[in-house]
Structure formats: structure tokens, C-alpha cells
């Protein structure tokens, strides 16, 4: 059993889909690794600001 | 006459599908037959590490389809592949989701299966000669 927090999740999932999304949608390793950076931070940034915005909705 | 890029891949003649069907039923498969060995190695590990974790979190695998999200849900634990046959067979995962990280690992499984997908058309992308 694996209990991860949420935000952990959010890394792992992000980590995973940018590895993905590097190797098959770009050509040389520069640019894949470059765009699943990209999609990285992406990913993690999305999940940062609208749990943001969902606090302050909440409030 | 075989094509170049072909050659190039390390794949020319023989069935021009087989890399799209071995990337899905294995992870990763398709660029190993292409000889992509690091971008294999790199696709098998985040796959195969999505789904188990997916698995770890007591995610769900969908087996029968009764709503339109369970249809949904169903056809992208199938781009698994054999993992999904196994998963199904042995028994893992979750039959109802009880917990929050259940439902986060349904979803990591889910997305495994499309990511799947993805990896092995671009494993017959890369047979064709449509990429490098």
C-alpha cells in the first residue's frame, strides 16, 4: 500500500507524463528533454496555482 | 526497395505494424525493436512506474463498462496492454475505491494506459520514417 501525499502525487504524476511527453513529441534528446522540462513545470505550476485559487475561493 | 530511414531505424522489412503492437502490449517494446534502446528504457520505466504505482495506491482496474465514465475508464486501463491482462488476472488494485489515493490511482492507471498508447504510435512513427 502507497499513501502519498497529495502534492507528492502531483510530482509523480507530472514526472511520468513530461518523461513521456519529451520522448515522443519532440525529435533530438536536447529538444525532448528540454520540452519535458517544460511540461514539467507545467504540470507542477497548473497544480500550484489553482489549488491557490480553490483555497482563496474557498475562504 | 527498403527505405532508408528504415535501415536507419533498424527495422527495415518484415511487418511494418509490429512495433505499434509490441509497444502496446509491452511498454517500451516498440523502440526496443527499433533499437531505440534509452528512449525504450526511459518510456518502460515511467509506464510500468505509473501503473504500479497506480496499483500500490489501490487504484481501481476497470473490468466491465455499465456508464460512459466507466467506458472512458475501461478503454484507457486497455492501452496497457498485457499489464492490464495481468493486472485483471491477478487480481490488483481495487474493486471499489474507499480511499482518496484510490481514486489518484485509478487515474495514475488510467493514464498509464494513454500514455501507453502514445508511446507505441510513436514506436510506428518512427517505423515509418514520419520521425527520427
Known amino acids: ?59 | 526497395m527498403a527505405n532508408p530511414q528504415d535501415k536507419k531505424n533498424g527495422a527495415a522489412g518484415g511487418f511494418i505494424y509490429l512495433p505499434l503492437i509490441a509497444g502496446w502490449l509491452v511498454p517500451g517494446a516498440g523502440h526496443f525493436l527499433l533499437r531505440k534502446w534509452g528512449r525504450g528504457t526511459l518510456l518502460a520505466l515511467s509506464i510500468l512506474g505509473m501503473f504500479g504505482i497506480g496499483i500500490a495506491m489501490q487504484g481501481k482496474v476497470y473490468a466491465g463498462a455499465h456508464d460512459i465514465l466507466e467506458i472512458l475508464g475501461l478503454a484507457g486501463d486497455l492501452g496497457n496492454g498485457l499489464l492490464y491482462v495481468i493486472s485483471r488476472a491477478a487480481g490488483w488494485g481495487a474493486d471499489q475505491v474507499t480511499i482518496t489515493t484510490g481514486d489518484y490511482g485509478t487515474r495514475f492507471i488510467v493514464v498509464a494506459g494513454l500514455l501507453n498508447v502514445i508511446a507505441a504510435v510513436d514506436a510506428h512513427n518512427l517505423r515509418t520514417g514520419r520521425k527520427t
Open chain 1, 1 to 59: 500500500m502507497f499513501h502519498p501525499s497529495h502534492f507528492t502525487a502531483v510530482l509523480l504524476f507530472a514526472l511520468f507524463a513530461s518523461v513521456v511527453f519529451g520522448i515522443t513529441q519532440r525529435e533530438t534528446p536536447r529538444r525532448m528533454a528540454r520540452y519535458g522540462l517544460y511540461c514539467f513545470v507545467l504540470f507542477v505550476g497548473a497544480a500550484i496555482v489553482l489549488s491557490w485559487l480553490m483555497f482563496l475561493i474557498a475562504r
